[in-house]
């Protein structure tokens, strides 16, 4: 009596992308511990490998005092510009938790979206205007003036006379930022699509 093994059929070996390349570097992001990016930026850095965090300039009021405060603009990221032999160096590095993947796949980010960051994080110029047009909370608006020009999002909230809030899709994510009105100017609904 001949007894027949049955075998499963497991599904083919699936391909995911891995962007690393053995000599061009590359920008990745990985999330760090809480309220550690600028350590992580500091130890990385010893190590050679260069890193980037975006931070904002933000102003504190307490009781006593006032103070200017340096915080990144998304928490727990870290940007890395690295080769395939500096993937590991990054992984050991204290307070680095993992890389950002996006369905198993380590995806690089285009050197434009880490512009975009700098771009976005160096916006220092306060205009004021005193009107604010025919913009309306949902209007489709693109950036015409400062840093951020060419910018594209949708328009959130009015803030006064002197600001409104834009969401910026990038990354990822909506990044909110208060815009002056006199540097945006209305597109046509669906443009954003």
């Not at 205009?127 to 025919?134: L, N, W």
């Not at 489709?140 to 003036?145: F, K, T």
């Not at 002056?180 to 046509?188: I, T, V």
Request: hydrophobic share 40%; glycine share 6%; proline share 4%.
């Amino acid at each position: 009596m001949t007894k027949s093994l049955k075998t499963k059929n497991l599904p083919a070996e699936q391909d995911f992308e891995n962007h690393l390349h053995l000599t061009e570097a590359r920008w990745f992001a990985v999330y760090t511990g809480y309220k550690r990016e600028k350590k992580v930026v500091e130890l990385l850095a010893q190590k050679g490998i260069t890193a980037y965090v975006p931070l904002q300039r933000l102003t504190r009021h307490y009781t006593r005092k006032t103070r200017q405060v340096e915080l990144p603009l998304i928490s727990c990221y870290v940007f890395v510009k690295i080769t395939q032999a500096q993937y590991v160096p990054v992984l050991e590095t204290q307070f680095v938790q993992r890389f950002l993947k996006i369905r198993r796949n380590l995806l690089a980010i285009p050197e434009a979206e880490i512009d975009l960051l700098r771009r976005i994080v160096g916006e220092l110029t306060e205009i004021e205007i005193e009107t604010i047009g025919e913009l309306r909370q949902g209007d489709e608006v693109e950036v015409i003036a400062g840093q951020l020009t060419g910018l594209k999002g949708v328009l959130v909230e009015k803030r006064g006379r002197q600001k409104l809030v834009v969401e910026l899709k990038t990354l990822g994510y909506d990044l909110l930022m208060e815009v002056n009105p006199g540097h945006l100017s209305k597109l046509q609904p669906g443009s954003l699509s």
